[in-house]
């Protein structure tokens, strides 16, 4: 496991942008895959963007086009960098670590971030 927390969260205006990041830390960082997952109040959390270790990106279709998820091994961060944003994008951003190359479950994160709240509101 590695320890992740997040940063970057806080209130945006509509059609506004935000960059979110993690920092991890052990000496696995750079061969695990990552993800950023939300909870919106009342909901379920879902998989926002993951990144394998070799910097292979998936994006749910909700921000596709709209969010990008980044890496830096050397630093031990991973970045959500979120434009066009809109008032459903309101949530708890969550940032977790999975040691498959492929994880397809929630439970194939092992570690979780602390989360951070990010508020799209006018």
């Known amino acids: 496991q590695v320890q992740l927390v997040e940063s970057g969260g806080g209130l945006v205006q509509p059609g506004g942008s935000l960059s979110l990041a993690c920092e991890g830390s052990?000496?696995?960082?750079?061969?695990?895959?990552l993800g950023w997952y939300r909870q919106a109040p009342g909901k379920q959390r879902e998989l926002v963007a993951s990144i394998t270790a070799s910097g292979r990106t998936n994006y749910s279709d909700s921000v596709k086009g709209r969010f990008t998820i980044s890496r830096d091994n050397a630093k031990n961060t991973v970045h959500l960098q979120m434009h066009t944003l809109k008032p459903e994008d309101t949530a708890v951003y969550y940032c977790?670590?999975?040691?498959?190359?492929?994880?397809?479950?929630?439970?194939?994160?092992?570690?979780w971030g602390q989360g951070t709240q990010v508020t799209v509101s006018s």
């Open positions: 052990g000496s696995f960082f750079s061969f695990v895959t």
């Open positions: 977790a670590a999975s040691p498959l190359v492929v994880p397809r479950l929630e439970s194939d994160y092992d570690s």
